[in-house]
């Protein structure tokens, strides 16, 4: 059912979703579970297997890597001690374990948002706030081609792979001619993709290109979206302001 | 499937919302100009050529060699795509990668993706564009028209492009105390130092492809290098500064605490951030410099580790799709 909802209220939502969960002060873990209990209500509406979800959100998580040094740094109760004097303290596992929880709760809802919309209704929604018309072209472009020139890629890895052979570690050329081999596709594909950039001009200017994309005029939105859009809103900011005013 | 284990895509969370913000506004002021300037100068034709060599820099970034223990090197473009299309479209092209990445494969965060457009776009291209003309007319001096200098200046582009970006950041996490400045500065730069060889080389590579098979396309006429020179001061700039500020924010996290204090960083951010962070000795060590390179090695150890672990899962997943 949330796959039909209209492109600019999931989108609005999310943003608004993520920035509460970013506002959330570290400690309010009430308020957080309920930005959890939001966020799978959300996922149950999108009718996601769970498999999916966990695979695909768990990629994102090993930049959390980053914070744990805060582990160590953070000074408070002593939590276990490892040699060399290093002790993690009670409140630095707290202060790790709220930017994951946060990255991870944002992932998955931005996750739900790209899983239930296609990305062309996505960019037809950021056009609603004023993202110049140029760059708006040049990305949906981008999107357009971008499977084209990653099949393309695929083919020249897999010429590289039937050619030379799977390359055995110690073994073969070296480290230089691999890259410099790698290198040579990547030009190759640039190459590629200017050569069929070419051609995707003549073929726009033989239809009447003339530098100004046409788009179909997006419809109002009605009354029911409206008022939940509102009541996103107004539930996410009680949620961040009800952290900052008792945890902040 | 398409997700690139540069661990430079800073994900939500992360930043502060005040860091966020400020990110935001540094890349839509750049981005914004970067349009006006390709408006004015590039005619309409230029735009699908921007459009697919921006799916050609993101497909692109599947190319991988292998380097060790299931690592790989690969490339990120920005150097690459300063080269062959010009500073004000490589902007353009990178911020449509970027945004892509963000947006339909959650590589980085929404929230952060101003903060990850400053880093791949606009720090990326101003410094690969600096770097670039100054190493291409710096072997002109040596050399003359050696053949070779354009791939071994791309080589060194591509390097300091990484190296800065990483620096960058490894700063604005810092500056949201998300990760210590005395660990998150020099694990980003050490562990870019050798990601930015794997770029320099396929860059390079890339360049001596293009010259062998198209030589037109990178002809210096092509470039009016007066036109650009704002670029090339502000990759001078930006080159300088982060290179400066960052073993100064190391080795003293409390400037970066001083500055916080001064701009009313700690007003604003949602908590105080540097109050509980003791002042960055490690626990029981009494050596501060010790100290801080014991956190520098953990930190490599620890995002080598996280690079790993995305290899890894990114194996799993397309042997599961296979």
């Known amino acids: ?248 | 499937m398409l997700l690139s284990p540069v661990p430079m895509h800073i994900p939500d969370g992360f930043l502060s919302v005040l860091v966020s913000v400020v990110f935001w506004a540094l890349s839509v002021v750049g981005v914004g100009y970067a349009l006006k300037r390709v408006n004015e100068d590039l005619g309409e034709r230029q735009v699908p050529i921007m459009g697919v060599l921006a799916a050609a820099i993101f497909a692109g970034q599947m190319l991988n060699f292998s380097v060790t223990g299931g690592t790989s090197g690969h490339l990120l473009g920005a150097a690459l795509a300063t080269i062959v299309l010009g500073p004000w479209a490589a902007v353009l092209v990178m911020t449509s990668v970027v945004g892509i990445q963000a947006v339909v494969f959650q590589d980085g965060g929404l929230l952060a993706l101003g903060a990850n457009i400053f880093n791949m776009s606009i720090v990326g291209v101003a410094v690969s564009y600096f770097t670039y003309k100054s190493m291409q007319r710096l072997l002109q001096q040596l050399v003359k028209d050696q053949p070779w200098s354009i791939p071994v200046s791309g080589f060194v582009a591509g390097w300091v492009s990484i190296f800065i970006a990483a620096l960058a950041c490894a700063l604005q996490l810092a500056l949201s105390g998300s990760s210590p400045a005395n660990v998150a500065i020099p694990a980003m730069s050490g562990i870019h130092a050798l990601i930015g060889i794997g770029e320099g080389l396929i860059t390079a590579g890339a360049l001596a492809f293009i010259l062998a098979a198209q030589r037109d396309l990178l002809q210096p006429a092509a470039a009016p290098v007066g036109s650009h020179r704002a670029v090339w001061v502000g990759g001078l700039v930006i080159a300088v500064l982060l290179a400066i500020l960052s073993p100064l924010a190391s080795a003293h996290p409390d400037g970066l605490e001083w500055v916080a204090e001064q701009r009313g960083f700690l007003d604003l951010a949602q908590e105080p951030l540097y109050e509980i962070i003791p002042d960055y000795v490690l626990p029981g060590i009494g050596n501060e410099a010790l100290a801080t390179i014991l956190a520098g090695v953990i930190g490599v150890g620890l995002v080598l580790a996280a690079t790993l672990a995305v290899a890894y899962v990114r194996r799993r997943v397309q042997s599961v799709e296979v």
């Open chain 1, 1 to 248: 059912m949330l796959h039909q909802l209209d492109a600019r209220v999931k989108v609005n939502l999310t943003l608004s979703f993520i920035l509460a969960t970013t506002l959330t002060p570290p400690g309010a873990w009430p308020v957080l579970t309920l930005l959890a209990a939001l966020a799978l209500a959300v996922v149950i509406l999108a009718e996601l297997r769970a498999r999916f979800v966990l695979v695909r959100t768990a990629l994102a998580l090993p930049f959390a890597l980053a914070a744990l040094p805060l582990l160590f740094t953070v000074a408070g109760t002593p939590l276990f001690e490892l040699p060399w004097g290093w002790t993690a303290s009670w409140e630095g596992l707290l202060r790790v374990a709220n930017i994951v929880v946060k990255t991870w709760l944002s992932v998955l809802m931005a996750f739900t948002l790209t899983a239930t919309t296609p990305f062309t209704a996505i960019l037809v929604a950021l056009r609603g706030w004023r993202l110049p018309r140029l760059l708006v072209t040049i990305v949906a472009l981008t999107w357009r081609y971008l499977f084209v020139l990653v099949e393309e890629a695929q083919r020249l890895m897999r010429a590289r792979a039937a050619r030379s052979g799977q390359i055995v570690e110690g073994r073969g050329k070296s480290l230089a001619w691999r890259a410099r081999v790698t290198g040579g596709m990547a030009g190759n594909l640039l190459l590629r993709g200017a050569d069929r950039a070419e051609r995707i001009y003549s073929a726009m200017s033989a239809r009447g290109y003339d530098g100004e994309p046409r788009v179909v005029a997006q419809p109002p939105l009605t009354a029911g979206h409206r008022a939940l859009l509102a009541l996103g809103y107004l539930f996410l900011a009680l949620l961040a302001l009800t952290g900052i005013l008792f945890w902040g």
